[in-house]
């Protein structure tokens, strides 16, 4: 089996669905910011790797519908997307798409707590590898929560790499993008995400400074 699938295989990625869905159903948030939501799926050339071996949305919405936890998809911004060669049962492909999601409780009245205006973005600023481009983004929603009204985002900065000096360029391209359109925002911004930073955001005024 190829090295990076039996590492999948091993994460243990059912099991890490539902204890992350046993925590969502024990504390009950209005919102919930996924980051690295990934699908994983294998076929024989990268065109036909459609066979789903790991999805980790549906298998977090499944644990939540069993656990009687009621939420809903708000968003999925659909980001890097790589296939791999495998050498499981001969030639293959080893599909990861990357995705980060918004989920929102789903037994609440609309008046009570509304969400609209609901937004996913790609960044411009993007790290590149040879001919492979790391997508990131972010999604936005408004939410109104009883009389209070509020937008917010969601993300996945790029990673620091040590001795790759653009990965680090990149993270800041993003986030001056990303606090370009928040600060656009009428209402005030609940910001969540993997910042892959200390200081960026924080520095910025919008964030406490441990932001990772």
């Known amino acids: 089996i190829d090295p990076t699938l039996a590492e999948v295989d091993?994460?243990?990625?059912?099991?890490?669905?539902?204890?992350?869905?046993?925590?969502?159903?024990?504390?009950?948030?209005?919102l919930v910011s996924l980051q690295e939501v990934t699908l994983w799926r294998t076929g024989s050339t990268p065109a036909?790797?459609?066979?789903?071996?790991?999805?980790?949305?549906?298998?977090l919405m499944d644990a939540l519908q069993a656990s009687g936890a009621h939420y809903r998809v708000v968003a999925v911004n659909t980001l890097t997307d790589l296939s791999l060669p495998t050498t499981e049962a001969g030639p293959g492909a080893?599909?990861?798409?990357?995705?980060?999601?918004?989920l929102a409780r789903s037994d609440l009245s609309p008046s009570e707590f509304l969400i609209s205006d609901v937004h996913t973005h790609i960044y411009r600023a993007a790290l590149t590898f040879c001919d492979f481009t790391v997508r990131r983004g972010?999604?936005?929603?408004?939410?109104?929560?009883?009389?209070?009204?509020?937008?917010?985002?969601?993300?996945?900065l790029e990673n620091q790499f040590p001795g790759v000096p653009a990965s680090a360029a990149i993270q800041k391209l993003q986030a001056s993008e990303l606090l370009a359109f928040l600060r656009t925002s009428p209402q005030p911004v609940i910001l969540s995400g993997d910042f892959n930073a200390d200081a960026i955001l924080g520095a910025a005024g919008t964030g406490p400074d441990n932001t990772d």
């Not at 972010?138 to 996945?156: D, E, I, S």
């Open 94 to 102: 080893l599909r990861f798409t990357d995705r980060d999601v918004l």
């Open 48 to 59: 036909t790797a459609t066979t789903v071996r790991y999805d980790q949305l549906q298998l």
């Open 10 to 30: 091993a994460s243990g990625i059912p099991a890490r669905a539902s204890y992350l869905a046993a925590e969502i159903a024990s504390e009950k948030p209005h």
């Open 138 to 156: 972010y999604t936005t929603a408004l939410v109104r929560f009883h009389n209070q009204l509020f937008r917010v985002a969601n993300t996945h």
